[in-house]
């Protein structure tokens, strides 16, 4: 019986499939007009809904948001909000260009020269505006969205690694806005793409910005380094985090380097040249990947070359060599036995590395994270498999009652087809009479078949002796 | 009664996740590859449920046969539990007292 239904559900699914593909390339809706309503006149074309357009800032993400300050370098500028370790959120950095001078490259904004932790808060203050400085025009615009949501992957000590996700616009429109301050009614409205770092692509086509910017009208002698990542033109299909950090190998250690978790980075320092050594850190499923930069920093140029760029082993752990073994397999044909046994032994072996590093760790905690804090920071009820094996029967089923009939698209050599849902499209329009017997003859069946077992069961009931219980089958 | 069975399906739910937590948090962080397994199991019943409702209606089920479908499922899993749990409760009473 079931053979039999799932013979024709596949008949059926065969036949539709094949009419819509000959309908697309032959328009032959003519013989059959619901093929010509689903994939005639070339195919309907596959919408992709866009991503939402980048709003100036959320200020409804996280309740520990608070977007209080505007800050500006030349003809950029950033807003930003304070963010806490280790409880990250949504961040947007935007480009604030007809508040500042650029002749001059001084902004009138207040000048805030205190960059720095306040409590448990990161400030990054580089020029800020009063909050009561609520004149003039802004012209905004708003280029990357940074959501922090969701996106502590490693915690290891202080240190927190953040996979951060990138949406960026396809061009930069401006806004002009009179801001409140109230920096919610920021708005951009543009093309919008998904972009996302993609940290396995070749970094050398990162187009690192240096900007350098001295506060000559000051009486400190603070210079601020800003570098930007031009994320044209590489694959993003991946969250991926970034981290710049900097140093100095000739040994002048500037004050209040700011390691940020963002595609920019500032320091300050007391001279004006400098060689500078910028790490850049991508995290990819935790595997920290490490690309440095040195930079001959002074004055007159701004030269970076790529120096570096190799893989560090996981972030935690010197394991042995487990590392994705049953993921690196190779793919044996299906008559070469021996690849088989040797792939066999080899998954053997990697699973006796894994437990014998387990337990290594477990007795001998590397850094500040250990597999048992691991398992309790990472406990979670729905994040394994085998719960979603069992319950997945009883999703089916409810799934049945709640769900209705949705189209299926199918792909089948770059020609999208569509399977409309042929209770309404097809067997109600040609075949109306028949149709309604055949659900009446079904209905009945089906009704019949439930309610004598169920009759049988309450019959069951009636005996004092009887206990047995129904279960589904799993 | 699609609700009874509704709610049933959901006990069943979380009471497979709280009882099977410790199990799977252990595969999840010691056997990923494992898991990853586990998860492609009901990746297939996910892509089995988005299809389902399709093919049921190909096969042109109406949506009264449905329901009696899930009220079937709905009593058979829950009437007979609870007329046992019932009977059982009476015969703890007839033995416990004198």
Same mark, same amino acid.
């Given at each position: 019986m079931i053979k039999s239904i799932i013979k024709k559900v596949i008949i059926i699914v065969s036949v539709m499939t094949i009419m819509s593909f000959l309908n697309s390339k032959f328009d032959i809706g003519f013989i059959l007009p619901v093929f010509a309503e689903s994939g005639g006149g070339g195919g309907a074309s596959l919408v992709q809904e866009k991503p939402e357009p980048l709003i100036g800032v959320d200020t409804t993400s996280g309740s520990s948001t608070t977007?209080?300050?505007?800050?500006?370098?030349?003809?950029?500028?950033?807003?930003?909000?304070?963010?806490?370790?280790?409880?990250?959120?949504?961040?947007?950095?935007?480009?604030?260009?007809?508040?500042?001078?650029?002749?001059?490259?001084?902004?009138?904004?207040?000048?805030?020269?205190?960059?720095?932790?306040?409590?448990?808060?990161?400030?990054?203050?580089?020029?800020?505006?009063?909050?009561?400085?609520?004149?003039?025009?802004?012209?905004?615009?708003?280029?990357?969205?940074?959501?922090?949501?969701?996106?502590?992957?490693?915690?290891?000590?202080?240190?927190?690694?953040?996979?951060?996700?990138?949406?960026?616009t396809s061009g930069i429109t401006f806004l002009t806005h009179t801001p409140s301050l109230s920096l919610s009614t920021l708005n951009v409205s543009s093309d919008v793409s998904s972009t996302l770092i993609d940290a396995t692509s070749n970094l050398s086509n990162v187009n690192i910005v240096w900007n350098r910017f001295t506060s000559d009208d000051r009486s400190t002698n603070w210079a601020y380094l800003l570098v930007e990542f031009d994320i044209d033109n590489i694959d993003l299909n991946?969250?991926?985090?970034?981290?710049?950090?900097?140093?100095?190998?000739?040994?002048?250690?500037?004050?209040n380097v700011q390691p940020l978790p963002l595609n920019y980075l500032m320091f300050a320092n007391g001279s004006s040249s400098h060689e500078y050594d910028v790490d850049v850190y991508f995290i990819e499923n935790g595997d920290i990947q490490f690309n440095g930069w040195n930079c001959d920093f002074s004055t007159s140029t701004n030269s970076?070359?790529?120096?570096?760029?190799?893989?560090?082993?996981?972030?935690?752990?010197?394991?042995?060599?487990?590392?994705?073994?049953?993921?690196?397999?190779?793919?044996?044909?299906?008559?070469?036995?021996?690849?088989?046994?040797?792939?066999?032994?080899?998954?053997?072996?990697?699973?006796?590395?894994?437990?014998?590093?387990?337990?290594?760790d477990l007795l001998a905690p590397n850094g500040n994270v250990t597999i048992a804090q691991q398992y309790f920071d990472t406990f979670h009820l729905d994040d394994g498999g085998l719960s979603s094996v069992i319950t997945a029967p009883l999703n089916v089923i409810e799934h049945l009652d709640a769900d209705s009939c949705s189209p299926i698209t199918l792909s089948l050599l770059n020609t999208p087809i569509v399977l409309p849902c042929m209770s309404s499209t097809f067997y109600e329009v040609y075949f109306p009479q028949v149709f309604n017997i055949y659900q009446l003859v079904l209905t009945g069946f089906v009704t019949y078949y439930c309610f004598l077992h169920i009759f049988r069961i309450i019959r069951g009931l009636q005996s004092p002796d009887y206990d047995k219980v129904e279960e589904v089958d799993l | 009664m699609n609700v009874l069975a509704t709610i049933f399906i959901n006990i069943a739910t979380t009471t497979a996740q709280v009882l099977l937590a410790p199990i799977n948090s252990y595969i999840f962080n010691n056997f990923p590859s494992l898991n990853d397994a586990l998860i492609s199991i009901a990746s297939l019943f996910n892509l089995i449920s988005t299809y389902l409702n399709y093919i049921v209606d190909? *096969?042109? $089920?109406?949506?009264?046969?449905?329901?009696?479908?899930?009220?079937? /499922?709905?009593?058979?899993?829950?009437?007979? *539990?609870? $007329?046992?749990?019932?009977?059982?409760?009476?015969?703890?009473?007839? /033995?416990?007292?004198?």
């Open positions: 977007i209080n300050e505007m800050h500006g370098l030349y003809s950029n500028a950033f807003i930003e909000g304070s963010y806490e370790y280790p409880e990250f959120f949504m961040f947007q950095y935007g480009i604030l260009s007809s508040q500042c001078n650029e002749s001059s490259g001084l902004c009138p904004l207040a000048y805030t020269p205190s960059p720095g932790y306040h409590g448990n808060q990161l400030y990054n203050n580089i020029f800020s505006l009063n909050s009561s400085d609520t004149s003039g025009v802004y012209t905004y615009a708003s280029n990357i969205k940074v959501d922090f949501d969701d996106s502590i992957k490693i915690k290891n000590g202080n240190h927190y690694s953040l996979l951060i996700e990138f949406t960026r991946n969250i991926y985090l970034q981290e710049l950090y900097l140093t100095f190998p000739d040994g002048d250690n500037p004050t970076c070359y790529f120096s570096d760029n190799y893989l560090l082993p996981d972030y935690d752990y010197t394991y042995s060599s487990d590392i994705a073994v049953f993921d690196n397999l190779p793919v044996c044909s299906d008559t070469d036995i021996i690849c088989h046994i040797k792939q066999a032994f080899e998954m053997i072996k990697a699973f006796f590395v894994r437990v014998s590093n387990y337990f290594r | 190909a *096969l042109g $089920i109406p949506q009264v046969a449905l329901d009696v479908i899930i009220f079937y /499922y709905g009593f058979i899993l829950t009437v007979p *539990l609870s $007329i046992y749990v019932i009977k059982i409760s009476i015969k703890w009473y007839h /033995y416990l007292m004198p």
